[in-house]
């Protein structure tokens, strides 16, 4: 499923400011410059594409709707984000800051406007990355594929996680964990949400205690409702909310090779690629804000 999809040896590490700096050189040169300067800029244009890379995948959802991934690559500040949007309208973004090993989980989920929401509802789920879960930031700036068409289904299903997640984020302090939470999160605000063993994670390595907010549930013994069984939209609840990686590269595939002289090598040459559920569990202060979690 994945033999069109390859790693790049080719790799060039060009700042992005690079292409700002011609465009303020443009401005300084003479005309008859102009035709030079238009060659190095088609150059720079195609080397620079190992920075800053983007790749479209075609993949098959759950429900059999075929859905196009966006997964982008920024060496610079080492994160890969995949994004997509799921057959109930849904638009899912998923980033991996490998600098603080971070994910973040952003969903713009559809609102109902016949009964009183916004045209979407933002909800945000931060947690620890851990290093096997996704290839490297420079791995992803390298992946190519022969065929764009191709509808992919992942090699590994991977199990679903279930994730309770006990406390909330404040946004104006986010950074701390990440920073880019803010600007993927800035439409959540109020509905941001971590898990206690994260927290007691970031704790122990210094991050203020005033950036969380511990949410009225406990696991052990929960004195809400789940949602679903809650009639009044304005009680307090539990809610879940459902998503899948349908298609990611999670693990580099390795070929081996021999020079002239006999002396084997390896070298990367592909990507196994993996698909993952996620289902969390989480307090709001009413109903409302949790209106597809309910019985059908």
């Given at each position: 499923m994945n033999a069109d999809l390859w790693i790049s040896p080719r790799f060039f590490h060009l700042s992005c400011s690079v292409l700002r700096i011609l465009g303020m050189f443009a401005s300084c040169v003479s005309v008859a410059s102009v035709r030079i300067l238009t060659r190095v800029c088609a150059l720079v244009l195609l080397v620079a594409v190992g920075l800053c890379s983007e790749l479209r995948v075609r993949v098959r959802l759950a429900d059999g709707l075929v859905t196009e991934e966006v997964l982008e690559a920024d060496i610079e500040r080492d994160l890969i984000s995949v994004e997509f949007k799921q057959g109930d309208?849904?638009?899912?973004?998923?980033?991996a800051d490998f600098k603080q090993d971070v994910k973040i989980f952003r969903a713009l989920i559809l609102g109902e406007l016949e009964r009183g929401q916004n045209q979407y509802q933002a909800v945000c789920f931060i947690s620890r990355l851990s290093r096997n879960e996704i290839i490297p930031s420079e791995s992803m700036a390298r992946l190519r594929q022969k065929n764009p068409h191709a509808i992919r289904l992942a090699e590994e299903r991977r199990g679903l996680e279930q994730l309770t997640m006990s406390a909330a984020v404040n946004l104006s302090q986010a950074s701390q964990l990440s920073s880019h939470i803010h600007n993927m999160c800035s439409e959540a605000r109020e509905a941001i949400y971590t898990r206690e063993s994260d927290v007691k994670h970031w704790l122990d390595k210094g991050v203020d205690g005033s950036i969380f907010e511990v949410l009225p549930q406990t696991t052990e013994a929960p004195s809400f409702q789940a949602c679903h069984s809650t009639k009044d939209l304005?009680?307090?609840?539990?809610?879940?909310?459902s998503l899948r990686?349908?298609?990611?590269?999670?693990?580099l595939k390795y070929c081996r090779s021999r020079d002239t002289t006999g002396k084997g090598s390896t070298y990367k040459c592909g990507i196994k690629s993996c698909s993952k559920g996620y289902h969390f569990t989480y307090y709001v202060p009413q109903k409302q804000m949790c209106l597809w979690d309910e019985e059908t």
């Open positions: 309208g849904a638009l899912i973004t998923f980033v304005w009680q307090p609840c539990l809610c879940t909310y990686l349908e298609w990611y590269p999670c693990l």
